[in-house]
Structure formats: structure tokens, C-alpha cells
């Protein structure tokens, strides 16, 4: 699996991490009939949501909503779809099941999930893991994919010297 470790400055660089992302990953989901699950881990603030704005902002022209209440917010993009999960407010994995979003796993797009290990069982196979951390005042973010080579990762570094 690729893997890289980058630091993020400040919150544009978070964002423009969501925005490359996105550049590299929105293409490959056009072509594939299951979504693209990408997992989001790291402790409140630590900058899961403010990657998924720039993610989505990408190629979505419209207000992006917070998932915090609603759990899951829906994008539609034309030929694909994105959808924003956040699943801190999830009280047991089963519910995950209820919410009725198989379907989202099951069509082109990309599903964001922000803490993933509420779904327990019912958690969706990774294609894209990204651990979020505190720096200091900064961030820092290890990103692990098998759909993306270890040169596309490393490409990202640059961000990393955005300092
Ligand atoms: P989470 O979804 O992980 O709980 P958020 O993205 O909602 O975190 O919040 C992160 C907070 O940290 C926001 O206030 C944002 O402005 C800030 N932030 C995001 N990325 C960085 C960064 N690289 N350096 C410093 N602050 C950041
Ligand atoms: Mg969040």
C-alpha cells in the first residue's frame, strides 16, 4: 500500500490537501462501479471536515453542509456522486445499517467518512485511509491507498513545503 506523511501548515492547506485529492480521485470513481471509500480518522478538530469541504468544493458548486446532525449529506455531480458522512453522532453501528445508504457504496462516487469506527462491522472497505493528528498548531496527516502510486503521493509532499 502507498503510503505518505505529510504537514499541514494551516487550514488552507488542509483544504488544498481535500482539493487534490479530489483532482486524483473524482477521474478513477467515473470509472468504477463501487464507490471510492475513503476513511477519515482523528480526534475532534484534528481537521477531518475541513479536508471533506475542500474534497467536495472540487467539483461541487453549492453550499457544503455539515453531516454533524443529518449523518450523511448527498452531492450530486452529474455522473458521480459524492457523499459526506459523519458518523460521531451514530449511538450503535446498527443504525449505520438503517440509515438506507447502501446504495451509496454501490454506484460511482466517493464516500467521506469521518469517524469510520462508529460503523463497527458494518464499515465499508478502505480504498483511501487518512489518519489526522495535531502538530503543535498545525496538522498532520498520514495517507495510505492502494488505488494511487507511491509517486502520486509523494507529488502531494509539495503541500507539505507550503510552510
Ligand atoms: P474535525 O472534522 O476533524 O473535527 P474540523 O475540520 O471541523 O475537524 O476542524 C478543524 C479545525 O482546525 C478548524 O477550526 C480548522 O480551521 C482548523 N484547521 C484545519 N486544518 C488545520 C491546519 N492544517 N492547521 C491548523 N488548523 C487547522
Ligand atoms: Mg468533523
Not at 487534490?20 to 481537521?47: D, F, H, M, W
Not at 443504525?95 to 454501490?106: M, S
Amino acid at each position: 500500500m502507498a503510503e505518505v506523511k505529510l504537514k499541514l501548515a494551516d487550514e488552507a492547506a488542509t483544504v488544498k490537501l481535500g482539493e487534490r485529492l479530489s483532482e486524483l480521485l473524482v477521474p478513477l470513481c467515473r470509472t468504477r462501479a463501487q464507490a471510492i471509500n475513503i476513511l477519515l480518522y482523528g480526534e475532534l478538530g484534528a481537521g477531518k471536515t475541513t479536508f471533506s469541504r475542500g474534497f467536495i468544493q472540487r467539483y461541487y458548486q453549492g453550499l457544503v453542509k455539515s453531516p454533524t446532525y443529518t449523518l450523511v449529506e448527498p452531492y450530486a455531480c452529474g455522473d458521480f456522486a459524492l457523499y459526506h458522512f459523519d458518523l460521531y453522532r451514530l449511538s450503535d453501528p446498527e443504525e449505520f445499517e438503517y440509515l438506507g445508504v447502501r446504495d451509496y457504496f454501490a454506484q460511482p462516487g466517493c464516500c467521506l467518512i469521518e469517524w469510520p469506527d462508529k460503523a463497527g462491522e458494518f464499515l465499508p472497505e478502505a480504498d483511501v485511509i487518512l489518519e489526522f493528528s495535531y502538530a503543535h498548531v498545525a496538522r498532520q496527516v498520514v495517507l495510505k491507498s492502494n488505488l494511487l502510486s507511491q509517486q502520486q503521493l509523494n507529488e502531494l509532499s509539495e503541500l507539505s513545503d507550503m510552510l
